[in-house]
């Protein structure tokens, strides 16, 4: 699996935006772009994914870099329940297994 | 619909006890996964399956065996607990591998000593 490079943590204050980084600079043209999320004492759950253009969901949003080298989580007003580990993967289609770093500890302050 | 479950969520074991960790899930998904994950850590994949029947190493499959004689349950065996398998168990499923996402269950704690 190609890597990705996030920070290690972030701090923001709440119903401000956030922008999550990550560095994917090996990233072949069929590795879609994932994000998860894990909450305390909880298992992960998917928040976005995507492959070249930009997402939108519920949830958050996703800007892909134009050479797919970087990506960014943005999540538009954060909430104290957005206090959590934020992971970038990258996953191939031809691939059945799913890599996890270390992720961002996202802090969010009232 | 109560996606993916895991049983039990938490366990303490004595060294060398063996016991086995459920993971069901209901929604038809093909592919199941077994990851542990220590303190300060992302997760890591112990063992897989692409489809009933079938399993696969992950990772870390050292000190561990699963079988997937149903499509909707994934087990996870320790025949002989060591202190080092003292973590926190997560299953999840994928429907299929046109980039769906994982689902995955609540935890097993399961502490070794």
């Known amino acids: 699996d190609a890597k990705t490079t996030q920070p290690n943590s972030m701090e923001s204050n709440e119903e401000e935006p956030v922008h999550l980084p990550c560095n994917h600079s090996t990233i072949s043209g069929t590795d879609y772009i994932h994000w998860y999320r894990q909450l305390p004492s909880q298992g992960p759950e998917y928040v976005i994914h995507g492959l070249t253009s930009n997402v939108n969901n519920r949830m958050a949003s996703l800007a892909i870099a134009e050479d797919r080298k970087s990506s960014t989580l943005i999540l538009h007003r954060a909430t104290l329940r957005d206090a959590a580990v934020y992971y970038c993967?990258?996953?191939?289609?031809?691939?059945?297994?799913?890599?996890f770093g270390k992720g961002t500890m996202l802090l969010v302050s009232p | 619909n109560a996606g993916v479950t895991q049983t039990p969520k938490f366990r303490v074991l004595k060294t060398g006890q063996s016991m086995t960790l459920l993971c069901a899930q209901d929604m038809n998904h093909e592919y199941m996964y077994w990851y542990r994950q220590d303190p300060g850590m992302g997760l890591r994949l112990i063992h897989y399956s692409v489809g009933e029947g079938t399993t696969a190493k992950g990772e870390v499959p050292d000190g561990y065996n699963v079988s997937r004689l149903k499509k909707q349950n994934f087990l996870l065996g320790l025949e002989s607990a060591a202190p080092s398998q003292t973590s926190v168990y997560f299953c999840?499923?994928?429907?299929?591998?046109?980039?769906?996402?994982?689902?995955f269950g609540q935890g097993t704690r399961l502490t070794v000593v």
């Open positions: 999840a499923s994928i429907r299929d591998l046109m980039n769906t996402e994982a689902f």
């Open positions: 993967i990258l996953r191939d289609t031809g691939y059945s297994t799913l890599t």
